[in-house]
């Protein structure tokens, strides 16, 4: 069994002595184990940090076998995000989560494109921006990994204006007026994920990682018992932490 | 084939970083054949080594005393503290002979994927360090690696509320390098933190 594929790295486990089992989450093939000759070394140890792109080709002797990868560098996107903490805290959690949440071998490009596009407004965008993305990249992923919520309408009224909740049990949208008493115990929906066209102010985005949050450890992580990854867990401390100093995601 | 004490000095020795069991198996001779000058000598240092060498109960170095040689330097700046992940980053800085600060050996980096959060480290010894008030700067020396970099960013926010200065390690072109042979990490890092010349 031979494949090429393009992909990011996500983990990195030391094995033997100089070598590495790398987790890749590539276009094609989904995410991906594979030995790794040399892996911790000088050479090797730049090219697999968690994050970067880079063009693999994968040999086994079976489709099940673990199998071993040659990498070569396609983007350093790590190198250019070890000076920002909150986009390295992202970039931490990215990693994580996929790692964590997709299954092995089960190709999905949709997520992966989508998660090209978040690496690179990592990278090249203010955070406000890149926040706004990364909050609709994890709907996104919750989405097409069948646990996708519903926030085209009310599920009260059937108003498809004025949502400004979601249930945390169901994951649908609710309006203010439908809410009513019970909108303490309700999720806050931004506004940019409900479809305004507005960049999102601080406490909106906060509402989105909220949100994003909820549903990740309801829905992706509960059953696997181990619970929200701790980058994930980081992001969000991070978030909150660089509120006084990142003048871009304060309140506009 | 050896038996019995040599099999398992060659077993021991093949467990050594570089060595596998045939390399083990030619040390081995090699040191019988050199009994006098690098055996015994060589198994008298290890006992020493191993009877005597500590962890330094301030900065985490190895030493054969309580408080290493360089917390106990008087030329040594006190206010200076660098942070390194392993006892050998320590000795790296020592050999260029730049540095003439204290250190402070975190013991590793935070990791989700290992499992290493900062109750793990060495980070509240650090802290408790850093507020005794002898420390005026910081130098984050953690490795150029996602995960050094996650930790020297967690450190700088447990010291924001500290009245000292943090720094960190330039990333970019080493001393030498060429670009064209140069990986396109270390180029993407140079090239953002350019400064003007």
């Given amino acids: ?252 | 084939m050896a038996d019995g004490e040599l099999e398992r000095l060659i077993a021991l020795l093949a467990r050594l970083p570089g060595l596998g069991p045939r390399s083990a198996r030619r040390a081995v001779l090699h040191l019988i054949k050199k009994r006098e000058t690098l055996l015994l000598p060589l198994a008298a240092a290890m006992e020493d080594v191993a009877e005597k060498v500590k962890t330094c109960r301030i900065c985490g170095n190895l030493d054969t005393a309580e408080i290493c040689s360089i917390c106990r330097d008087p030329r040594r700046e006190r206010s200076l503290l660098c942070v390194v992940e392993e006892v050998a980053d320590l000795w790296a800085l020592e050999r260029a002979g730049a540095f003439r600060g204290v250190y402070h050996v975190l013991g590793g980096v935070l990791s989700a994927l290992d499992g290493v959060g900062p109750d793990d480290l060495g980070i509240d010894a650090l802290i408790e360090r850093i507020g005794s008030g002898e420390i005026s700067e910081v130098i984050l020396a953690t490795n150029a690696t996602v995960d050094g970099q996650t930790t020297a960013h967690y450190i700088t926010d447990r010291l924001s509320s500290m009245d000292v200065k943090v720094s960190r390690l330039a990333h970019g072109v080493p001393v030498g390098g060429e670009l064209d042979y140069l990986d396109d990490g270390t180029l993407a890092a140079a090239l953002k933190a350019r400064r003007p010349f």
Avoid at chain 1, 3 to 15: A, E, I, K, N, P
Avoid at chain 1, 92 to 98: E, Q
């Fill in chain 1, 1 to 252: 069994m031979h494949w090429q594929d393009t992909g990011f790295v996500l983990s990195v486990r030391r094995h033997g002595e100089n070598g590495a089992v790398l987790s890749l989450f590539t276009r094609d093939h989904g995410r991906a184990a594979g030995f790794v000759h040399g892996g911790t070394s000088r050479r090797l140890r730049g090219v697999l940090q968690p994050g970067n792109r880079v063009t693999a080709a994968w040999s086994g002797r079976l489709a099940e076998s673990l199998g071993h990868f040659s990498v070569e560098l396609a983007e350093p996107l790590s190198a250019l995000l070890l000076e920002d903490a909150l986009a390295l805290a992202a970039l931490n959690a990215v990693c994580a989560i996929l790692d964590t949440a997709m299954a092995e071998r089960e190709a999905h490009a949709d997520i992966f494109d989508a998660t090209g596009v978040l690496l690179t407004a990592l990278c090249a965008s203010p955070p406000r921006e890149w926040l706004a993305l990364y909050t609709r990249w994890e709907l996104g992923l919750l989405s097409s990994l069948g646990f996708g919520l519903d926030l085209s309408r009310c599920a009260v009224t059937g108003a498809g204006e004025g949502l400004e909740y979601v249930s945390p049990k169901t994951g649908h949208a609710v309006t203010a007026a439908a809410a009513g008493g019970y909108a303490p115990r309700l999720l806050r929906l931004p506004a940019y994920l409900g479809g305004a066209r507005d960049y999102p102010i601080r406490e909106q985005l906060a509402d989105g990682l909220a949100l994003g949050r909820h549903f990740l450890e309801k829905r992706l992580f509960a059953d696997r018992g181990r619970g929200l990854p701790q980058a994930r867990t980081m992001l969000e401390e991070r978030f909150f932490a660089a509120g006084g100093k990142t003048a871009d995601i304060k309140n506009s």
